[in-house]
């Protein structure tokens, strides 16, 4: 196991370097900003396992930031320690309102901040245990819905505000039912546990892919253009099509078809991203299956 990371916050230059050179003789990776605007970059890029945060800073103060944190679903269950020379109850009132896990004045004994320390890094894995289980389809063991959507808000947020390619696939099992049907939900349940192993082997760590409900898997794709999106659908759908092993272990022909589309000017909520890769979905569905078509295909009716 890699050492915890901890994000250090504070623009006193003499303080943070004090502090950052205790956290990193009692074995934990520091990280530091000295104002909001570089805690917020470090935030998106590379998120700690906890934050010590003083209230007094250049730009925004404490307050403002932990405000932020507790607003975006990815850090909600990550640690944030007010650590800052406290001069009224009101203050120390205030950060927890904000959302603090803790508080603690500078004139305490390091000591103490390096117990309160390990004790938040202790309940956020005991939360991390909870969130896992919560979070995670219980049959393919990768993401649910639920979490999902969680994922979905914070990149979709992202992508608006620094104007970045956000893409999504959605995957659906063709004739699943009928896979049910004649070999029984055994079969059905291992097809599914083997689609979600291949999504995961041919994605990146920073994509995320879920059981999105029934047959239907969903992957989310931050900082990819639609043409990198579709190339990564059609290597799973060639993947799983192609495979030897799938077909005798699962005794079917298994195929999937894909629907594609990325975030544009033209989606003004998160769940149009979605609605738009559901559509192409359908076109390939309609097409006849075992295909990967981008949102704005034009479909061809069949009948069966």
């Known amino acids: 196991m890699g050492k915890n990371k901890i994000l250090i916050v504070e623009d006193n230059e003499q303080e943070l370097m004090s502090l ?16 909001g605007k570089s805690a917020f970059e470090i935030l998106d890029k590379d ?12 730009d925004i103060d404490g307050f403002e930031i932990c405000r932020q944190i507790r607003k975006n679903d990815q850090f ?4 944030v320690l007010f650590y800052s020379q406290i001069r009224t109850i009101d203050e120390k009132l205030l950060g927890l309102e904000m959302g603090a896990s803790d508080f603690l004045s500078k004139s305490a004994d390091i000591r103490e901040l390096l117990v309160r320390v390990k004790n938040l890094l202790i309940i956020k894995d005991k939360f991390k245990e909870m969130f896992s289980l919560s979070f995670h389809d219980g049959l393919t063991n990768i993401y649910n819905r639920r979490y999902f959507q969680h994922r979905l808000f914070d990149e979709y947020e992202r992508s608006k505000r620094y104007k970045s390619n956000l893409s999504c696939v959605i995957i659906d099992v063709d004739h699943f039912k009928t896979i049910n049907d004649t070999f029984g939900h055994l079969t059905g349940d291992q097809v599914l546990k083997k689609v979600a192993e291949v999504v995961t082997n041919n994605i990146r760590t920073v994509d995320e892919a879920c059981r999105y409900g029934g047959d239907e898997f969903s992957i989310l794709l ?4 639609l043409n990198g999106a579709y190339m990564v659908a059609e290597r ?8 030897e092993q799938i077909k005798n272990e699962c005794s079917v022909n298994l195929t999937i078809s894909c629907g594609v589309t990325t975030y544009d000017s033209n989606i003004k909520e998160m769940n149009d991203l979605i609605a738009q890769a559901d559509t192409a979905l359908y076109l390939a ?5 075992n295909q990967t078509k981008t949102f704005g295909d034009k479909g061809k009716k069949v009948t069966d």
């Open 20 to 35: 950052k050179t205790t956290l990193e003789k009692n074995n934990y990776e520091v990280i530091s900003a000295q104002n």
């Open 47 to 58: 998120a700690p396992d906890l934050v010590i945060l003083d209230i007094v800073l250049p």
């Open 76 to 79: 909600v269950n990550m640690p």
């Open 222 to 225: 931050p900082e990819t253009k």
């Open 236 to 243: 799973i759908r060639k993947v799983i099509s192609e495979s």
């Open 285 to 289: 569905k309609q097409d006849g299956r």
